[in-house]
């Protein structure tokens, strides 16, 4: 999962990224408000003997509050997206996403990324399957206007004769959002 690990940098930036739901007790609120922004990245995917990295690419909208979730160029909520995809075993890559990830500013330094899901397939390798993950305690720097993924794992489902070991992965990198900040 080492490229999933690279995969996590852009998934995993942006990777932290989408809930349509405010959060009463936060105090942090995404800025501009009720703006979309583009959001690029690379992310990785680790898990056990299988590393998959990706560019990460999505627009990030936010909901006028602590709520922000990857979107379409019109602002709507969806999927974010994953090209350039590498392994450390050889064979390229193909990673989807099936909805919008959800992030939550819970400071001005840390966002909590839910509904983070993926789909990893290495031909003739394995299909890694990520749903509904919660990472808290992303890290959000105004200054870079990044969002770097926590260390905390996730469980993950797998398919396939050569799939590593495990059940869980972490993801690592960095997804950009220029124009954002956390006030």
């Known amino acids: 999962m080492r490229g999933m690990k690279k995969f996590g940098t852009a998934v995993a930036a942006v990777s ?3 809930a349509l739901g405010a959060s009463a007790a936060s105090a942090a609120n995404w800025d501009p408000a009720n703006t979309t922004l583009t959001a690029h ?6 898990m056990s003997s299988l590393s998959v990295t990706c560019t990460y690419h ?6 006028g509050n602590d709520v922000a979730f990857t979107s379409n160029a019109a602002g709507t909520a969806a999927p974010p997206t994953f090209s350039n995809c590498t392994t450390n075993l050889g064979p390229a890559a193909t990673v989807t ?3 919008a990830w959800n992030f939550t500013a819970t400071s001005t330094t840390a966002v909590d990324v839910s509904n983070g899901n993926a789909v990893i397939t290495v031909p003739g390798i394995c299909t890694v399957t990520a ?20 260390a ?4 993950v489902t797998k398919s396939g004769f050569l799939c590593p070991a495990g ?8 997804v950009r959002v220029p124009g954002a900040s956390i006030t």
Not at 41 to 46: E, F, I, S, W
Not at 58 to 63: D, L
Not at 168 to 173: K, V
Request: charged residues 5%.
């Open 16 to 18: 932290m990224m989408m």
């Open 41 to 46: 990245g690379t992310l990785t995917l680790d």
């Open 58 to 63: 999505s627009g990030v909208r936010s909901t």
């Open 97 to 99: 996403s099936s909805s």
């Open 131 to 150: 749903t509904n993950v919660s990472l808290a305690g992303n890290t959000w720097s105004n200054a870079t206007q990044t969002l770097t993924p926590s």
């Open 152 to 155: 905390g794992t996730f469980p």
């Open 167 to 174: 059940n869980t992965a972490n993801m690592t990198g960095s």
